[in-house]
């Protein structure tokens, strides 16, 4: 295991819900990212935290509303998705934003918007 | 094109063999590094090679930088079923420390 466990590993929602997704990461970093995978896409970077601070938004629509309420956990809350937003949810931590930090990814949340 | 773009997109081969993936990108960088991701998973870092090294081994994975050409390769040596994943390469650049990441290479090891 990478230190970093997210939940639920699975997310069935309608477009009038609203959920959050969590992540956790037990290996003492200050940086937490929330990233994005859609099949035959790159990863797209959607939010940074350092030290509990969001230091990037990468013009991420605002029906995704992230949270950090302390270094070790990162929220990922979501109201009015639409279907396109179905995807792999992917939080990933590192040492700092210092650079030539190997980054730590959790297993992911699959998430379908119905 | 992308930032950190794989080549091939898909590659088969049989146990045994060894696998090459190219990693193409366009900015100077900091480091690229190079992640697996299992079916579904999340990415696993393999190995970080900075900007001023041509080569670095680690175990079967031999990864080297051609900063001048702006390309990396990843070769798995003595490929087993158990190394069937997507690879991905990741640019951090200069100008940065967020990492880039390109759409992957689909490695199949056949038994």
């Known amino acids: 295991e990478t230190g970093v466990t997210q939940t639920p590993r699975h997310l069935v929602m309608g477009m009038t819900n609203k959920k959050s997704l969590k992540c956790e990461q037990h290996?003492?970093?200050?940086?937490m990212y929330w990233y994005k995978q859609s099949a035959k896409k790159p990863l797209e970077l959607m939010f940074v935290y350092s030290l509990e601070e969001r230091v990037e938004n990468n013009s991420v629509p605002s029906r995704f509303s992230p949270e950090c309420p302390n270094s070790s956990h990162l929220f990922l809350h979501l109201h009015t998705l639409q279907p396109e937003d179905s995807a792999l949810y992917l939080c990933a931590s590192s040492q700092d934003l210092r650079g030539y930090n190997e980054q730590f990814f959790g297993p992911g949340t699959r998430l379908t918007v119905l | 094109s992308q930032q950190g773009e794989e080549d091939p997109q898909a590659l088969s081969i049989q146990e045994g063999e060894n696998a090459t993936m190219n990693c193409s990108y366009k900015t100077s960088i900091n480091n690229l590094q190079w992640y697996r991701q299992n079916s579904g998973r999340g990415l696993v870092h393999l190995i970080l090679i900075r900007s001023n090294e041509r080569e670095k081994h680690s175990g079967r994975l031999r990864v080297t930088l051609d900063t001048s050409k702006k390309s990396s390769s990843l070769l798995i040596t003595a490929s087993r079923a158990a190394d069937t994943a997507s690879y991905f390469c990741?640019?951090?650049?200069?100008?940065?420390?967020?990492?880039?990441f390109g759409e992957g290479t689909q490695l199949t090891v056949n038994p």
């Open positions: 990741a640019t951090e650049e200069t100008s940065g420390s967020r990492l880039t």
């Open positions: 290996l003492g970093h200050n940086a």
